[in-house]
Every structure is written in structure tokens, then in C-alpha cells.
């Protein structure tokens, strides 16, 4: 089989300060000239408004991976003035907020009507995976080392009235149309290919009581704690590396309130915490730019590094497992992210599921996650005491291995109500890892329909689309996808509109270069694919 190759540089998730949810009631957020202002109707402006600004993505299943470098992020008044969003260029990986939403930066801009806005995007990236023809995994990294201006657009639909204390700002990656590459994914030799990031920006409404990313909420939120507060209820937490283009950007710490209401989990509270901490959560955005912790779990205490992302490959001769390191953070890996994980399971591994969930213990189903039920393409995050150079083939040791919410974009096919639930069957794309890694030999657990997932909707879910629920439509589902003997079944949290399915990519003409691992580390070629091929020796 071919030799594993993989980039070791490194583009750390920067996410500044995001602020808002206890004063959300007092912001004035409309789109056009129409409110917020006297009884006249005339918008009423006086000093600044913090803004709060968002990050999301739209898209399908088809990549994995989808970095920036935002350089910059300005709005543009009715009388050409222009405001900066972004004081300092941030890295961001976006398939991991599709659906949902991160903080990026809070500033405080002059109250007004802004018609316009536009982003400017330093190094971009995009991963793709398929299969060669021996089975074996292919993952390809398309890249560019400064993307053109041209090359970016954004989408502004309304003018956007500013006024009032609080508000906030959608900047969402519609990443359909920010990539053409190979139908084929891989492909040897040179490459042609373009990244075209496009964004729609759009205002936020926020709620005193938010329920989603889209009002105030913040869910999943995985980081280590860098400091702990002198006040006894605060801690700064230091968000994932992503393994993206150099520049190599390292993330701001994003400051943590905790209260009397804040739930702890496999943890005895705030006193429990301590620097160096691994931790998935959920808040509230503050004024201030904090986020108040509603839920606050560690999965493994004495854990010194944790690697989030799809799972690729589980051996079914020895222990071992491959996975994509799309979040990254601990003592090895936030100063040297990995583009992919070689892990192996031991007898005192062990086995979680996300604390986001309440109602998993009332599915009408078996809901269990272990060793010997887990399955290529379910989203995981691995554990482990130190990360071993598998660049000479050992693999860490995983201690915990705890089952993640994902994001799938399917279309229905049928429905049926099974308790309190409405179950919908859902097609995916022959592009989804789920179908694409079903077919590899020598995997532990062959699934008996990889390319269907049965959708499990209940009163917590989360309906944020606006296309029906019904025959024939195309929505994304987010949610803990399980294997329940060789059946898909997800554990839904919210629903969007989908992304329409895509049967080829649209390169453009321009013939990049395509180069090595060994390229991107002496920094040859500044529009690099990188292309890897796993390898499974033992």
C-alpha cells in the first residue's frame, strides 16, 4: 500500500472574544430603514453599538475540512464609511459550525445604516476523502497560500440598521460555492482547482432566553482551560488548533463565567476544574464578551491532549482506529496539530456519549456507543495521555473515546412516528463518508444501509428550517448519529434547509501546482494540493 504522507503545519482556530445575551433585549437589531427609530418611523442614532460577529457555514457533505484566514471583516455606512470587524487576522475551520455558529470578534462600531460589507481571506484550504482503488483512504487537501480579492464575494441582501447597545452579525460560508475541484477528489498529477470563498452576511436577532446558535446559544464549545479566574467562577479557555495553511495563527482565549445554575458533568464542579483542563460546553453570550456556562463536562480529567473529527478506519484484526483531526487541543497537539489520528484501543479504554443530549436514555432504541459498535464516519473525540509520532507507525493510546454531535445533509424518504418521536428516513449523497467508508476492507463494523440514516425528531428539537419536513426535500439534521446493529440512527437537535446534492465539481482552468507533503513543509508553491494516502500496516 502506499506511504502515509501528511502536512505538519499548523493554523490555529482563533475565535476573539464574542459578547451578548443578558442585554439582548435592549438591542435593536432590523434590517432596512423602516424601525428602530422615533415614532416617525426614522431610525435614532447616538455613540456605538457592540457587535458581535458570528461564524457559520452552509454546506453538503462533500468536504470534510474548509479553513481561512479572515485578514479582515469591514461594513460599509450609507455615507461610505467603512468600520472594521476584525482588528487582527483569525483562522477558522468551517465545516464544523455547519448549522450552527462561533464567536469570532465583538467590537463597538458607530450606530448608523451600513448597505454593504466585504471580507478579505488570506490562506484557504479544503479536504476532500475517497477511496483508491485498493480501498485504501485518500485525503486530499486542496490549498492556497493568499486567496485573491477577486476570488471572494459577498452576499448583502438589506441594508442593516445599527442601533441600540447589543447586536449581531451572520457571517455564513456558503461552501457550494467556495470550492470546485476533481469530481474524483483525488487525483494524481496537477490539479486544477479554485477557492471562491462566498459569504451571505446577515443580522442576528438575539433572545434573553436563547435556543440556538442563531439567538444567543452556544453548544459543544470544546476547549482547555489556560487560567483560572481570581473571582472563583471564571476561567479562560483556549479554543482548538485546527491544522490549517500557515500562517500559523494561535487562538485568543475566550473568557468562561460559570453561576449557581451551571451544570457539571463527570466533574464535582467548579472547584474540580484546573489549568490544562479538556472541556465541552455550552453557554450564553455575554455583553461583555464572555459566555456564561450553562454545561460544563470533562470527559477525561487526567487526559493531556484530545483530537475531535470523523472517524475513518477501525481495524477488525487489531485495536486500532484512524481518525480526521478537524479540532485540536492539549500539550502535544495545540503546539503541533495532526492532519490525521492514529489511535489504538486498549482494555481500560473508555467509551462516552456527549452530555449535550438529555433524552437519550428515552430513544426507542438501544442508544450505545463502544468499541464494537462504532463505525467509520461518526464524529468522535479521542482522549489520550500523549500523542505518539506515527510517522514511524506506533498509535496513541486512546483512554476515552466519547461519541460527538454532527451535521448530515439528506434527503427524506419516508417517515413514520415510533413513541413521541417522528423517525425520518434519510438518503445521503454517495459523497458522505458514511457510504464512501463503508466499503474499506478490513473494517470492524460494516453497517447494512450506509447510505441511510433514520432521523429521530422530538419537542427538543430545534426546527430552524423553513423548506417542509416532508417526501422528496433535502435538509441537514444535526445530531448523535448511532450504530444500532448495522442501522444508522440519529438523535436530533436542530434542523436546517439543506444543500442541494452534488454529482460533480466545476474546476476552473487555471493548472495549479501540485505538490508534496515535503513542498508545504519548505513552503514551495503557493496554491499547493496536497494529496495523502492512509496506510494500514501493522
Same mark, same amino acid.
Given at each position: 500500500?502506499?506511504?502515509?504522507?501528511?502536512?505538519?503545519? @499548523?493554523?490555529?482556530?482563533?475565535?476573539?472574544?464574542?459578547?451578548?445575551?443578558?442585554?439582548?433585549?435592549?438591542?435593536?437589531?432590523?434590517?432596512?430603514?423602516?424601525?428602530?427609530?422615533?415614532?416617525?418611523?426614522?431610525?435614532?442614532?447616538?455613540?456605538?453599538?457592540?457587535?458581535?460577529?458570528?461564524?457559520?457555514?452552509?454546506? =453538503?457533505?462533500?468536504?470534510? %475540512?474548509?479553513?481561512?484566514?479572515?485578514?479582515?471583516?469591514?461594513?460599509?455606512? !450609507?455615507?461610505?464609511? @467603512?468600520? #472594521?470587524?476584525?482588528?487582527?487576522?483569525?483562522?477558522? %475551520?468551517?465545516?464544523?459550525?455547519?448549522?450552527? +455558529?462561533?464567536?469570532?470578534?465583538?467590537?463597538?462600531?458607530?450606530?448608523?445604516?451600513?448597505?454593504?460589507?466585504?471580507?478579505?481571506?488570506?490562506?484557504? !484550504?479544503?479536504?476532500?476523502?475517497?477511496?483508491?482503488?485498493? &480501498?485504501?483512504?485518500?485525503?486530499?487537501?486542496?490549498?492556497?497560500?493568499?486567496?485573491?480579492?477577486?476570488?471572494?464575494?459577498? *452576499?448583502?441582501?438589506?441594508?442593516?440598521?445599527?442601533?441600540?447597545?447589543?447586536?449581531?452579525?451572520?457571517?455564513?460560508?456558503?461552501?457550494?460555492?467556495?470550492?470546485?475541484?476533481?469530481?474524483?477528489?483525488?487525483?494524481?498529477?496537477?490539479?486544477?482547482?479554485?477557492?471562491?470563498?462566498?459569504?451571505?452576511?446577515?443580522?442576528?436577532?438575539?433572545?434573553?432566553?436563547?435556543?440556538?446558535?442563531?439567538?444567543?446559544?452556544?453548544?459543544?464549545?470544546?476547549?482547555?482551560?489556560?487560567?483560572?479566574?481570581?473571582?472563583?467562577?471564571?476561567?479562560?479557555?483556549?479554543?482548538?488548533?485546527?491544522?490549517?495553511?500557515?500562517?500559523?495563527?494561535?487562538?485568543?482565549?475566550?473568557?468562561?463565567?460559570?453561576?449557581?445554575?451551571?451544570?457539571?458533568?463527570?466533574?464535582?464542579?467548579?472547584?474540580?476544574?484546573?489549568?490544562? @483542563?479538556?472541556?465541552?460546553?455550552?453557554?450564553?453570550?455575554?455583553?461583555?464578551?464572555?459566555?456564561?456556562?450553562?454545561?460544563?463536562?470533562?470527559?477525561?480529567?487526567?487526559?493531556?491532549?484530545?483530537?475531535?473529527?470523523?472517524?475513518?478506519?477501525?481495524?477488525?484484526?487489531?485495536?486500532?482506529?484512524?481518525?480526521? &483531526?478537524?479540532?485540536? *487541543?492539549?500539550?502535544?497537539?495545540?503546539?503541533?496539530? !495532526?492532519?490525521?489520528?492514529?489511535?489504538?484501543?486498549? +482494555?481500560?479504554?473508555?467509551?462516552?456519549? @456527549?452530555?449535550?443530549?438529555?433524552?437519550?436514555?428515552?430513544?426507542?432504541?438501544?442508544?450505545?456507543?463502544?468499541?464494537?459498535?462504532?463505525?467509520?464516519?461518526?464524529?468522535?473525540?479521542?482522549?489520550?495521555?500523549?500523542?505518539?509520532?506515527?510517522? &514511524? +507507525?506506533? #498509535?496513541?493510546?486512546?483512554?476515552?473515546?466519547?461519541?460527538?454531535?454532527?451535521?448530515?445533509?439528506?434527503?427524506?424518504?419516508?417517515?413514520?412516528?415510533?413513541?413521541?418521536?417522528?423517525?425520518?428516513?434519510?438518503?445521503?449523497?454517495?459523497?458522505?463518508?458514511?457510504?464512501?467508508?463503508?466499503?474499506?476492507?478490513?473494517?470492524?463494523?460494516?453497517?447494512? =444501509?450506509?447510505? %441511510?440514516?433514520?432521523?429521530?425528531?422530538? &419537542?427538543?428539537?430545534?426546527?430552524? =428550517?423553513?423548506?417542509?419536513?416532508?417526501?422528496?426535500?433535502?435538509?441537514?439534521?444535526?445530531?448523535?448519529?448511532?450504530?444500532?446493529?448495522?442501522?444508522?440512527?440519529?438523535?436530533?437537535? !436542530?434542523?436546517?434547509?439543506?444543500?442541494?446534492?452534488?454529482?460533480?465539481?466545476?474546476?476552473?482552468?487555471?493548472? %495549479?501546482?501540485?505538490?508534496?507533503?515535503?513542498?508545504?513543509?519548505?513552503?514551495?508553491?503557493?496554491?499547493?494540493?496536497?494529496?495523502?494516502?492512509?496506510?494500514?500496516? #501493522?
Amino acid at each position: 500500500m502506499k506511504s502515509a504522507a501528511f502536512p505538519d503545519t @499548523s493554523l490555529a482556530l482563533t475565535l476573539s472574544r464574542f459578547a451578548a445575551a443578558a442585554l439582548f433585549l435592549m438591542a435593536a437589531l432590523t434590517t432596512g430603514c423602516g424601525s428602530g427609530g422615533n415614532s416617525a418611523g426614522t431610525p435614532t442614532f447616538s455613540g456605538t453599538t457592540s457587535m458581535t460577529v458570528v461564524l457559520s457555514s452552509t454546506a =453538503n457533505d462533500q468536504l470534510e %475540512e474548509f479553513g481561512l484566514v479572515l485578514q479582515a471583516i469591514d461594513l460599509t455606512s !450609507q455615507s461610505g464609511t @467603512s468600520v #472594521h470587524l476584525l482588528s487582527t487576522p483569525q483562522g477558522a %475551520e468551517f465545516m464544523t459550525v455547519n448549522g450552527g +455558529g462561533i464567536p469570532l470578534a465583538t467590537v463597538s462600531i458607530p450606530q448608523g445604516i451600513y448597505t454593504s460589507a466585504s471580507v478579505t481571506v488570506g490562506s484557504a !484550504q479544503f479536504t476532500c476523502i475517497t477511496l483508491d482503488s485498493s &480501498g485504501g483512504i485518500d485525503n486530499s487537501t486542496y490549498a492556497y497560500g493568499q486567496t485573491p480579492a477577486s476570488n471572494v464575494s459577498v *452576499n448583502f441582501s438589506s441594508p442593516i440598521t445599527v442601533t441600540g447597545s447589543v447586536m449581531g452579525l451572520s457571517v455564513d460560508l456558503q461552501v457550494l460555492q467556495s470550492a470546485s475541484y476533481p469530481s474524483t477528489c483525488y487525483t494524481s498529477g496537477t490539479a486544477s482547482y479554485s477557492i471562491t470563498p462566498t459569504f451571505t452576511v446577515t443580522p442576528l436577532t438575539f433572545s434573553a432566553v436563547p435556543t440556538n446558535s442563531s439567538n444567543g446559544k452556544i453548544t459543544g464549545l470544546r476547549g482547555q482551560i489556560g487560567s483560572k479566574g481570581t473571582s472563583g467562577n471564571s476561567f479562560a479557555l483556549s479554543l482548538p488548533i485546527v491544522n490549517l495553511t500557515c500562517p500559523c495563527i494561535q487562538p485568543s482565549p475566550l473568557t468562561i463565567l460559570t453561576n449557581s445554575n451551571t451544570v457539571y458533568q463527570d466533574m464535582d464542579g467548579f472547584s474540580a476544574l484546573s489549568v490544562g @483542563s479538556l472541556l465541552d460546553l455550552d453557554g450564553i453570550i455575554q455583553a461583555d464578551g464572555s459566555v456564561l456556562a450553562t454545561r460544563v463536562a470533562a470527559y477525561d480529567a487526567a487526559a493531556t491532549d484530545v483530537m475531535a473529527g470523523p472517524l475513518l478506519f477501525l481495524d477488525t484484526t487489531v485495536p486500532v482506529f484512524y481518525t480526521l &483531526g478537524r479540532q485540536q *487541543n492539549g500539550q502535544t497537539l495545540s503546539v503541533q496539530p !495532526q492532519s490525521v489520528g492514529f489511535y489504538s484501543l486498549t +482494555g481500560s479504554t473508555s467509551f462516552q456519549i @456527549s452530555g449535550q443530549f438529555s433524552n437519550v436514555s428515552s430513544l426507542p432504541f438501544a442508544a450505545s456507543f463502544n468499541g464494537a459498535n462504532m463505525v467509520a464516519g461518526q464524529n468522535i473525540a479521542v482522549f489520550s495521555q500523549a500523542i505518539t509520532d506515527y510517522y &514511524g +507507525g506506533d #498509535h496513541t493510546a486512546a483512554t476515552t473515546v466519547t461519541l460527538m454531535p454532527q451535521t448530515i445533509d439528506g434527503t427524506i424518504t419516508g417517515s413514520a412516528t415510533i413513541g413521541g418521536f417522528t423517525v425520518y428516513t434519510v438518503s445521503l449523497a454517495p459523497y458522505d463518508l458514511f457510504p464512501t467508508l463503508a466499503t474499506q476492507p478490513g473494517q470492524t463494523t460494516l453497517l447494512t =444501509n450506509p447510505s %441511510e440514516v433514520q432521523v429521530y425528531v422530538d &419537542g427538543n428539537t430545534q426546527l430552524m =428550517n423553513t423548506q417542509a419536513l416532508a417526501m422528496g426535500k433535502t435538509l441537514r439534521f444535526q445530531g448523535l448519529v448511532f450504530n444500532d446493529s448495522g442501522t444508522l440512527r440519529m438523535d436530533c437537535a !436542530q434542523v436546517n434547509d439543506g444543500v442541494t446534492f452534488s454529482t460533480s465539481s466545476n474546476p476552473s482552468s487555471q493548472a %495549479e501546482i501540485d505538490a508534496t507533503w515535503t513542498l508545504r513543509r519548505t513552503g514551495i508553491g503557493t496554491l499547493p494540493q496536497v494529496t495523502s494516502s492512509l496506510t494500514r500496516s #501493522h
